[in-house]
Nanobody, 124 residues
């Protein structure tokens, strides 16, 4: 089992930045690829970014490339999503998720462990 707790969401103006954090507890954190997903009002949950267990591999959805950076600190059992140049269309609840394997995946079904989400609102 793994428990995930996100933090760092909030209200920011367009062009601003936020850093989301996800604190993990439970099973071996460094063995788990981690992902960030988001769900905007009225839309389905979508993949945002993922990072492998070692941190050596990352993947991003095209709309956030060059603006968002995913990273992890295995000693602290924490994964981060640094978000720059935020746009109103980034408004969503952001979820942290963990796999049972080290390899990344953009598929939500490959992540059995989920946090409760943190809300990000970007005003225009």
């Amino acid at each position: 089992q793994m428990q995930l707790v996100e933090s760092g969401g909030g209200l920011v103006q367009a062009g601003g930045s936020l850093r989301l954090s996800c604190q993990a507890s439970g099973r071996a954190f460094s063995m788990a690829a981690m992902g960030w997903f988001r769900q905007a009002p009225g839309k389905e949950r979508e993949f945002v970014a993922a990072i492998s267990g070692s941190g050596g591999s990352t993947q991003y959805i095209d709309s956030v490339k060059g603006r968002f950076t995913i990273s992890r600190d295995n000693a602290l059992h924490t994964v981060y999503l640094q978000m720059y140049s935020l746009k109103p269309e980034d408004t969503a609840v952001y979820y942290c998720a963990a796999r049972r394997f080290v390899n990344i995946s953009p598929m939500s079904g490959d992540y059995p462990y989920w946090g409760q989400g943190t809300r990000v609102t970007v005003s225009s």
